[in-house]
C-alpha cells in the first residue's frame, strides 16, 4: 500500500513537473516591442511617458482631456509594443495607459484597471481598450464595473462574456486581411457586442499591425503599411471618443 502511495506521489510530481515546465516554455515565447515602439517611449513636447513594473502611462502635456484610455496588450505581447498607438493617442489630448500583465497575458490580470483609475483621480471618464485576448479581457472588466465605464474599443477582438445589455458604447475595429480574428469570429460573436457598438473594417489591415512587435505567426500579411493602419486605427478611435 505504501509503495502504491510513494508511486501515485511520484507520478503527481512529474505531471506537475511537466506542466509548470511547459507553462515556462510557453510564456517566454512572446512578441517584444520593436524598435518604433521603444522610440515611441521617450517624452517629448506633446506627451510625457511613466515606465513603471506594471504600466506605462502617456500623459498629455496640453489640452488634456478629463477622458482615460486603459490599453490591454494581446497574448503573449510585450506592453510596449502598443506605444505608438498610445502615444498617438495622447498627442491628441487623451491620457492613456498601457497595462503590463503577468506573463504577458491578461487572464492574470484583468482586474489591473482598478490600480490604474485609482492612480488618475484627475481622470473622470473612462474608456477600456485591448487587442486581441486584451480586447476580450477588456471587455470582460467593463461587463462587470458598468458604472467604471463610458467605451470599449475591441482592436481584433471580440466580447467572450455577454455585453449585449451593456450601456456603454462600444467601437470595433478590425483589418480586412485579419487571419486571427476573422470576420467569421465577429458574426459568430455578434449577439455578444454592447447593443450600440460601431464595427470598423480596415481594407489591407490585418492583426499584427495594430501594434509594433513584427510579425505574428498564424495572420496574413497586410497590403497596407503598419503606418497606415495605425493611422485610420487612431482616426477611428478619436471619432468614437468624440461621440461619448
Same mark, same amino acid.
Given at each position: 500500500?505504501? #509503495?502504491?502511495?510513494?508511486?501515485?506521489?511520484?507520478?503527481?510530481?512529474?505531471?506537475?513537473?511537466?506542466?509548470?515546465?511547459?507553462?515556462?516554455?510557453y510564456v517566454?515565447?512572446?512578441?517584444?516591442?520593436?524598435?518604433?515602439?521603444?522610440?515611441?517611449? #521617450?517624452?517629448?513636447?506633446?506627451?510625457?511617458?511613466?515606465?513603471?513594473?506594471?504600466?506605462?502611462?502617456?500623459?498629455?502635456?496640453?489640452?488634456?482631456?478629463?477622458?482615460?484610455?486603459?490599453?490591454?496588450?494581446?497574448?503573449?505581447?510585450?506592453?510596449?509594443?502598443?506605444?505608438?498607438?498610445?502615444?498617438?493617442l495622447a498627442?491628441?489630448?487623451?491620457?492613456?495607459?498601457?497595462?503590463?500583465m503577468p506573463?504577458?497575458?491578461?487572464?492574470?490580470?484583468?482586474?489591473?484597471?482598478?490600480?490604474?483609475?485609482?492612480?488618475?483621480?484627475?481622470?473622470?471618464?473612462?474608456?477600456?481598450?485591448?487587442?486581441?485576448?486584451?480586447?476580450?479581457?477588456?471587455?470582460?472588466?467593463?461587463?462587470?464595473?458598468?458604472?467604471?465605464?463610458?467605451?470599449?474599443?475591441?482592436?481584433?477582438?471580440?466580447?467572450?462574456?455577454?455585453?449585449?445589455?451593456?450601456?456603454?458604447?462600444?467601437?470595433?475595429?478590425?483589418?480586412?486581411?485579419?487571419?486571427?480574428?476573422?470576420?467569421?469570429?465577429?458574426?459568430?460573436?455578434?449577439?455578444?457586442?454592447?447593443?450600440?457598438?460601431?464595427?470598423?473594417?480596415?481594407?489591407?489591415?490585418?492583426?499584427?499591425?495594430?501594434?509594433?512587435?513584427?510579425?505574428?505567426?498564424?495572420?496574413?500579411?497586410?497590403?497596407?503599411?503598419?503606418?497606415?493602419?495605425?493611422?485610420?486605427?487612431?482616426?477611428?478611435?478619436?471619432?468614437?471618443?468624440?461621440?461619448?
Amino acid at each position: 500500500m505504501e #509503495s502504491k502511495k510513494k508511486y501515485v506521489l511520484i507520478t503527481l510530481l512529474a505531471v506537475l513537473i511537466i506542466a509548470v515546465t511547459g507553462f515556462i516554455y510557453y510564456v517566454s515565447d512572446y512578441y517584444p516591442a520593436d524598435n518604433a515602439a521603444r522610440a515611441a517611449l #521617450s517624452s517629448n513636447t506633446s506627451y510625457t511617458v511613466e515606465n513603471t513594473d506594471d504600466s506605462i502611462t502617456f500623459t498629455p502635456t496640453g489640452n488634456q482631456s478629463i477622458t482615460g484610455i486603459i490599453i490591454y496588450p494581446g497574448g503573449k505581447v510585450e506592453a510596449e509594443s502598443y506605444s505608438v498607438l498610445a502615444s498617438r493617442l495622447a498627442a491628441n489630448g487623451y491620457t492613456t495607459i498601457i497595462v503590463k500583465m503577468p506573463f504577458n497575458l491578461a487572464i492574470f490580470g484583468v482586474n489591473k484597471a482598478d490600480k490604474v483609475m485609482v492612480s488618475h483621480p484627475e481622470i473622470t471618464s473612462w474608456v477600456m481598450a485591448g487587442h486581441s485576448l486584451g480586447g476580450v479581457l477588456a471587455s470582460d472588466y467593463a461587463v462587470n464595473h458598468p458604472e467604471k465605464i463610458k467605451g470599449v474599443i475591441y482592436l481584433a477582438a471580440y466580447p467572450a462574456a455577454n455585453a449585449s445589455n451593456a450601456t456603454f458604447k462600444a467601437l470595433s475595429i478590425r483589418g480586412s486581411q485579419d487571419a486571427l480574428t476573422t470576420s467569421g469570429d465577429i458574426t459568430a460573436n455578434l449577439n455578444k457586442f454592447p447593443a450600440n457598438t460601431t464595427f470598423v473594417t480596415i481594407s489591407g489591415g490585418n492583426h499584427y499591425n495594430v501594434g509594433d512587435y513584427g510579425v505574428q505567426a498564424g495572420d496574413n500579411n497586410g497590403t497596407i503599411t503598419r503606418q497606415q493602419q495605425q493611422s485610420e486605427t487612431v482616426n477611428y478611435i478619436l471619432q468614437f471618443l468624440k461621440s461619448l
